[in-house]
Each structure stands twice: as structure tokens, then as C-alpha cells.
């Protein structure tokens, strides 16, 4: 692993029990070492998110940590859209890392101990235009080379267990070369 300067802030976290497209927020979650969030309903080895589940129930959960930058808030505010930290899914929301632009297999240390290694790329879907009619068409677009371009977070895996609260610091550590880009997952 290559150590980066890039360092962000963890802005809030959030979890729920429930399957349910928002989470709250809480003054801190608990990382659990390859289970995800504690309490929370993405949590387990294998996958916890419905359609995938219905698809083949067996599927290694790659899904266990969803962070988004909260940039992606400053924008969505921007195009009219008020969106706070867990109202999208997400358990970790940061600010300072290009979250989207990091290699499949980059680890992100969360406060003093917790270790999400990146899987790749969340996808939104239809479920977001209930939650904010339009709000689809903000978080899944294309580039200027007809590319899809996905800005609805990113997803991980927990290496390595701990408390994590807002304000903690984010390290990032980059995997060594070359380095693979996120597709969804």
C-alpha cells in the first residue's frame, strides 16, 4: 500500500436497522470487521441488499460501508436540491477526499482504528427520484465522452474494526499499481 497526503474529515454517520432509502444519523457507528455497520441492515458477510439477494443470496457483500463525499450535498444544493448527511444511504459522509476518483482497493482509515477497503461504486437507483422527484438525473449522468459517470458514493468492506465519529480523521492508502478504476458494484 502507498500512503497518500490525502486526508479528509468524517462529516456525520449514519445507520438503520431497517431497509429504508435514509439513515440516521448518529454521534457514532461501530465498524465491524468483515460485517459492515453494526445495527445496521446491510450488515453481513454475504449480501444484505434486497434485489441482489432475491438474485443469488450467496454473493460475498461488497456492499458493507457506503460513504459519499459531502461535496456531493454542496452540489446537489446548488442544482436545488437539499439533501443532508444519511438521507441518501450512505453510513459515512466525508469531505476532502475525491471518494469517486480512488482505485478499487484503496483503504480509508476511519478515526483511530476502523480500515474500509474500497469495492467500487454505488448505483443509484429509481428509489432516489421517491425519495427527491428529479434527483437521478444529478447523481447519474454522463461525461463529455458519453461515459456514465456515478456520483452516488462509493462502497467497501471492513478490514478492521473500531468506533468512527464525526470529525474523526480519514487517511487514505492507495494499493500499489496499477491501479483499477471503480465500476459499480
Known sequence: MTVTAATG???AVSRDEGHHFSKP???SIRLL???GVEGD???GVT???RSRVAQDPTQPNLRQVHLIH??????LRAAGYEVAPGELGENVTTRGID???LPVGTRLRLGGQAVVEVTGLRNPCVQIDGFRSGLL?????????GRVVRKGGIMGVVLTGGEVRPGDRVGVELPEGPHRRLERV
Open 33 to 35: 470487521a468483515g460485517l
Open 47 to 49: 449480501v444484505q441488499h
Open 41 to 43: 441492515a446491510h450488515l
Open 70 to 75: 459531502g461535496e456531493l450535498h454542496d452540489e
Open 25 to 27: 444519523t448518529h454521534e
Open 137 to 145: 438525473k444529478q447523481v447519474v449522468g454522463r461525461d463529455e465522452r
Open 99 to 101: 471518494l469517486l476518483g
Open 9 to 11: 474529515t468524517v462529516v
